[in-house]
């Protein structure tokens, strides 16, 4: 199963792009990059995931290298409410069939937007 | 939080009582899982379903069990509770078709005393 590498902790001013990266140089050809976001005291909070080409919705972009071994999240204006551990996470497959998508969580990291 | 109750949100027991967590969801869908998270552990896996009366074990399922006998729901039993067990237990939730999102509740604090 392919590992991430994330930084521990960011710091981004409110109002700017937060660019979040992530390593995942094992990846699989049919491994997806997820990112999920987890706000102090809530469950995770799915953002956008994608294979190989970039993603784009109302939260975040997404963009993966050609060669897929990292990606990067950005959030485009970061408020202060996008004050959150983000994960970066490659799906895993279990037993016949990937479908059952359990993912595996690392450490994440601690984004903090600051007035 | 995507038609997900977890009950209780707060509890407080003691070692060696037997304590079941619930998760229920509104949502059919198929596939349902049960996290803990831990300072320094982050969120892991202990057992998921992936139907009714079709379960399996995590990566950390020692002492802990599920039951599901509906779609709707799916418990989480701690047959006798330890203060190892103390933690914060997230249910989830997945459609799993191609996209396989999961969407999490609000989360169980349980204490274990």
């Known amino acids: 199963d392919a590992k991430t590498t994330q930084p521990t902790s960011m710091d981004c001013a409110e109002g700017r792009a937060a660019n979040l990266p992530c390593n995942h140089s094992?990846?699989?050809?049919?491994?997806?990059v997820y990112w999920y976001r987890q706000i102090h005291s809530q469950g995770p909070q799915y953002i956008i995931h994608g294979l190989k080409n970039n993603e784009t919705n109302e939260m975040a972009s997404l963009i993966i290298t050609e060669d897929r071994k990292s990606s990067t999240l950005i959030l485009p204006h970061a408020t202060l409410r996008d004050t959150a551990v983000y994960y970066c996470i490659v799906r895993v497959k279990g037993g016949t069939t990937d479908s059952w998508g359990k993912l595996q969580f690392g450490a994440g990291t601690q984004v903090v937007v600051t007035p | 939080d995507a038609g997900i109750t977890q009950s209780p949100r707060h509890k407080v027991t003691e070692t060696g009582t037997p304590v079941t967590l619930r998760c229920h969801q509104t949502e059919n869908h198929r596939y349902m899982y049960w996290y803990r998270q831990d300072p320094g552990h982050g969120l892991r896996l202990i057992h998921y379903s992936y139907g009714v009366k079709d379960t399996d074990k995590g990566e950390v399922s020692d002492g802990y069990s599920v039951s599901r006998s509906k779609t709707e729901d799916f418990l989480l039993t701690l047959e006798s509770a330890t203060s190892s067990q103390t933690s914060v237990y997230f249910c989830?939730?997945?459609?799993?078709?191609?996209?396989?999102?999961?969407?999490f509740g609000a989360g169980t604090r349980l204490s274990v005393l």
């Open positions: 094992t990846i699989s050809g049919n491994e997806y």
């Open positions: 989830a939730i997945s459609d799993g078709v191609a996209k396989n999102i999961q969407y």
